[in-house]
């Protein structure tokens, strides 16, 4: 059979917001039902939500029949994690904290084999190459990988331009909760200073001619980061959505329950 393609990788490169719902249930059942709302792409959170390696399988595999593509978020910059990752099918990657460009380089060679990288050969184990059935699957498989690095603090921001010119870097993913916390301004990421970082690592990733994200709750924000360049943004999250939905409808009901405010992160 055929290199299974990336959907996410593609649609990022016809350009365009590409907007995407955060999945942190840890369960095929929940993930499948947001895949059915039909957001662009999702992240299937391997650093906050309680997931492992099967349940993130379990995850791409729910939402494989569907529209919506899958981006896994590793916990860290492991490269036996990522093999793993890899292996079971992920094949857009978001990985957090990443700092430097020499920090950005191993994780590319941590996605391909060699002689271009050091990922281990699963070979007909894995379902990645679809148990070997998949043609020339280790010389072809970065062609249809994707790498996201998450941009989320003052030094990653201060070197960002040289992380977005990795060759094998695809996309910077900027984070404003983690940024806006390493600035000093905890939880405010709208705070002046913190936009200032946000647009100055959206400006360098664009310039460097790679796509960038962000995480964008409200409208207002989201509508923003769009104006601003951003190809692919996370307008929802699964839990919160579930928590808002149910606190609002019992505030209808009980005077002792107040409505909630939509939250500008997690």
Known sequence: MELPPNLFKAAVARGGPQYGIWAGFGTGYAAELCATAGYDWMVIDGEHAPNTVPSILAQLQAVAPYTTAPVVRAVNDDPALIKQLLDVGAQTLMVPMVETAEQARALVRAMRYSPHGMRGVGGALVRASRWGDVVDYMARAHEELCLIVQVETQLGVENVEAIAAVEGVDAVFV????????????????????????????????????????????????????????????????????????????????????STEPSAGY
């Open 175 to 258: 984070g404003p909760m983690d940024l806006s916390a390493a600035l000093g301004f905890p939880g405010e990421p709208n705070h002046p200073d913190v936009q200032r970082h946000i647009e100055h690592a959206i400006q360098a990733t664009l310039a460097a001619g790679k796509a960038c994200g962000i995480l964008a709750p409200l409208e207002e924000d989201a509508r923003r980061y769009a104006a601003l360049g951003c190809h692919f943004i996370a307008v929802a999250l699964d839990i919160i959505l579930l928590r808002q939905a149910a606190v609002d409808t019992l505030a209808r009901y009980r005077s002792d329950t107040s």
